[in-house]
């Protein structure tokens, strides 16, 4: 079985080069959301604890099964810790043998940016040239590029309570020719632009701003409400934009969406894919993509991975299943 590590992961952005890999994640997520009929899905499991999450999430086609082991842990960050880690695994369906065991905690942070670059393929205004990120974390960069692949982002706003997160932020940014305004609070980061990113890593109810507060066309990209207990969006916002969400059951437990039922939502994600509903219907509407992190995204991204590692040829091949002449003779390894 083929082992990725984040040496691996580093090698294979620097050889495809960062912004086209973001494409290549985007259209490998286009791609598997649009045959969403094609898989199995669940919510993913998840184990709950006053100080963090940890969760496990499959998602399987007639060719390969996926799953992802991850946490959340808000206050890691205090402690010197990432707040996020991940692993990661691909298996062949055809016979039940793992192929690729990854590092999913930098992958994690690129498809996670890379679906909400494809909500706004078709969610957002064409002549967005600019957006406000709320929460300049360890997630923060990888939204931004990922936003710059399907608009032509120059201009950034942030807000960050942490002024050293909004400065770590700026120097990893800069370098890449984005313009970084830093901003002294939501209303004042939200006020110019069109896309609103909310990444704030609090695990409490909040609201960022209010309906009014938006500009009118506004798309709102609302990912740190991520598990029960933990929203940044208000009831009256839901109500009043249109929201699209990656998969209903889930997000039910976990997004925006909790503080009401399913009458809150337009669509999946798949349905605007597939063109069976509009992402937008004119250049006055606010739209909310109320992401959550879906198993299908762990999947789309370990199986480029797959390919990209095999085209390198990168990772490292590992004797972590058995070969046996006689697959009836598992105990002959003992001997």
Known sequence: MKVITISDIQQLVQKEGLKPFFNAVIEYLQEDFSRWDEFQFSPRYAAHYPHGVIELMPCSDDQLF??????????????????VVALGQLIQVSNGYPVMLSEMTLLTAIRTAAVSALGARYMARDDCDSLAIIGTGAQ????????????????VYCYDVDNEAM???SSNLKPLGFD??????????????????????????????TFEQFQAGTHIHAMGGDCPGKTEIDLDMLHRARVVVEYLPQSLIEGEIQQGDASLVYAELWELVNGTKKGRENDKEITLFDSVGFALEDYSILRLVHELTEKHQLGQEMDLIPELKDPKNLFSLLG
């Open 167 to 169: 400065k770590k932020f």
């Open 66 to 83: 996926s799953y992802k082991l991850v946490n959340g842990h808000p206050g890691n960050p205090l402690k010197g810790d990432l707040s």
């Open 140 to 155: 923060a960069e990888f939204q931004v590029v990922a936003m710059s692949c399907v608009r032509p982002i120059k201009t």
């Open 180 to 209: 970084i305004v830093h901003c002294d609070s939501v209303a004042e980061a939200i006020a110019n632009t069109h896309i609103v990113i909310t990444a704030t890593a609090a695990k409490t109810t909040q609201r960022i701003a």
